[in-house]
């Protein structure tokens, strides 16, 4: 089945930025969307941003819209999430999944470790 690394979590000050990266490895789909939810400390986990197989379509949630940008290398399996402007509600563990949609995403058991995301104050 497809393995799910995530990295590029930190410590960051309120209003810097930080990239993440969700490498894939074993049997992915022919056509995978792929996408980054988010979990903090007693809260459910979160949908952040999804990007469709040919990055045509992108989603965003609105805590974050303006301030972050999905993208991926088909080529090299990984998808990305370049956060700028972070906000200590940001704070989380940040997590990938991928799914033959975006829609059904949430649901896809393939969650990989998370990085770990705090801003301060």
């Known amino acids: 089945q497809v393995q799910l690394v995530e990295s590029g979590g930190g410590l960051v000050q309120a209003g810097g930025s930080l990239r993440l990266s969700c490498a894939a490895s074993g049997r992915t789909f022919s056509n995978y969307a792929m996408g980054w939810f988010r979990q903090a400390p007693g809260k459910e986990r979160e949908f952040v941003a999804g990007?469709?197989?040919?990055?045509?379509?992108?989603y965003y949630a609105d805590s974050v819209k303006g301030r972050v940008t999905i993208s991926r290398d088909n080529a090299k399996n990984t998808v990305y999430l370049q956060m700028n402007s972070l906000k200590p509600e940001d704070t989380a563990v940040y997590y990938c999944?991928?799914?033959?949609?975006?829609?059904?995403?949430?649901?896809?058991?393939?969650w990989g470790q998370g990085t770990q995301v705090t801003v301060s104050s």
């Open positions: 990007i469709s197989w040919s990055s045509i379509s992108t």
């Open positions: 999944n991928t799914a033959d949609s975006i829609a059904t995403m949430s649901s896809s058991p393939y």
